[in-house]
């Protein structure tokens, strides 16, 4: 197992390595001059030229590249070119929230998902089978912006049992989370219902049937046991992808999460906050996998690392 974590973790300096020189290159490309939208259109060259040495633009690329690592290193991100304030602060600032909804919208695709999949692989083949698919597939194909304002309308507006929008009270991620999990719990529906279709065709579970094993306890204890093994996987990279910021949930109801703050600094090509927020969404994708190929072998003896 160390040398497992030795070995993961060699993997994750190299994946963040990757991440910095593939989004410092990206960011540069932008057609925009981070100099000229800080000093404004009316700003002379002069003045344009001023801000792009005090930023540090105007040296080579490799060069700011070595600088910026360098900083990264030592835990500082750089500073806000249109916030004037520390990338590290800004980042702090939002994870508080990123992480109660990636943590509620979790639950949620789970709720909803493993529930639904369950049933679906055992009534294979009938009506309910059918509608348990169908429901999961408009879950997945249904745009998140249409689905958050669905619910708002219905649920804020016409039937005034949660907030229209904002951070504050535990009613107001209701709703962003509900919008997060619909989409997801398709996905985990869909996951589940494979595995547990692929389980219930295994021998030892004819066998527990065949002594007459009550059914739940089959179902609970040697088929769905056996199945959650791709469910983890996809919670280990929605932890990641939730941890990144979820852009248009949280656009919709005004979520002050990393997605929208990294959304806003594209906008303004802030790029300090660009490269934060992405090596800090690349950071939790990468501990994510990690946490879900820990748990791996709690849940199946027969998967050993060396």
Request: charged residues 10%; glycine residues 12%; proline residues 6%.
């Amino acid at each position: 197992m160390i040398r497992y974590l030795g070995q993961r973790l060699l993997q994750a300096v190299g994946v963040m390595l990757g991440v910095t020189i593939v989004t410092f290159l990206l960011v540069f490309l932008l057609p925009a001059d981070p100099a000229r939208m800080i000093a404004g259109r009316s700003a002379t060259a002069a003045t344009v030229a001023s801000i792009r040495t005090e930023l540090g633009l105007d040296r080579p690329l490799p060069q700011q590249y070595v600088s910026y690592v360098t900083g990264l290193l030592s835990g500082n991100m750089g500073r806000s070119y249109a916030q004037k304030a520390e990338v590290t602060r800004l980042i702090r600032a939002r994870l508080g929230p990123t992480m109660q909804l990636a943590l509620a919208g979790i639950l949620f695709e789970l709720l909803i998902g493993l529930p639904a999949g369950v049933v679906a692989a055992l009534r294979r083949g009938t009506g309910v089978d059918q509608a348990v698919m169908a429901l999961a597939f408009v879950g997945v194909s249904a745009p998140q912006f249409v689905v958050g304002l669905l619910l708002i309308y219905f649920l804020s507006y016409l039937v005034p049992l949660f907030p229209l929008g904002g951070y504050g009270t535990p009613l107001h991620i209701v709703l962003p989370a509900v919008t997060v999990g619909l989409a997801g719990g398709g996905w985990y529906a869909r996951v589940t219902r494979s595995a547990m279709i692929d389980v219930l065709r295994q021998d030892y579970v004819r066998t527990a049937r065949a002594k007459g094993v009550f059914p739940t306890k089959v179902v609970l204890k040697h088929v769905l046991k056996n199945a959650v093994l791709p469910v983890v996987a996809l919670v280990g990279l929605d932890i990641g992808v939730f941890m990144g910021g979820i852009v248009i949930v949280e656009s919709v109801f005004g979520w002050p999460g990393i997605g929208q703050m990294i959304w806003q600094a594209i906008q303004l090509v802030d790029i300090p906050v660009i490269m934060g927020g992405v090596i800090v969404t690349a950071l939790f994708v990468v501990v994510g996998n990690l946490l879900a190929d820990l748990v791996y072998p709690a849940l199946d003896p027969r998967i050993r690392y060396s």
